[in-house]
């Protein structure tokens, strides 16, 4: 069975930057379409960010964090990354990785967390005002 281990979570200064990490147990990884998810406290959890599977060629981003947060993946490691930059309070969330089991890279599906069906346990992720 496939497991993900988030980390790289922390308390930061807003307009600083936090790098998270998901590793994935097994050797189909680079198989599989990935995702950060981020759930803030009384809210429900949201999509972040995605990047399709081998190369990582596509990636999809949730508008509030384009142009500020990165995802990409290396196969070798197993690892698929969440570099964060001028990191906001809003951006206060536990942060999920999450395993897209569809086939293909589509942009509609790779929003819905229903699409995905293995999920690691979260990071937390503090920005301070």
């Known amino acids: 069975q496939v497991q993900l281990v988030e980390s790289g979570g922390g308390l930061v200064q807003a307009g600083g930057s936090l790098r998270l990490s998901c590793i994935a147990s097994g050797r189909t990884f680079i198989n599989y379409n990935m995702a950060w998810f981020r759930q803030a406290p009384g809210k429900e959890r949201e999509f972040v960010a995605a990047i399709s599977s081998w190369s990582g060629v596509s990636t999809t981003y949730a508008d509030s964090v384009k142009g500020r947060f990165t995802i990409s993946r290396d196969n070798a490691k197993n690892t698929v990354y969440l570099q964060m930059t001028i990191l906001k309070p809003d951006d206060t969330a536990v942060y999920y990785c999450?395993?897209?089991?569809?086939?293909?890279?589509?942009?509609?599906?790779?929003?819905?967390?229903?699409?995905?069906?293995?999920w690691g346990q979260g990071t937390q992720v503090t920005v301070s005002s």
């Open positions: 999450a395993r897209n089991y569809l086939r293909g890279y589509t942009s509609g599906p790779i929003y819905s967390e229903l699409n995905y069906d293995t």
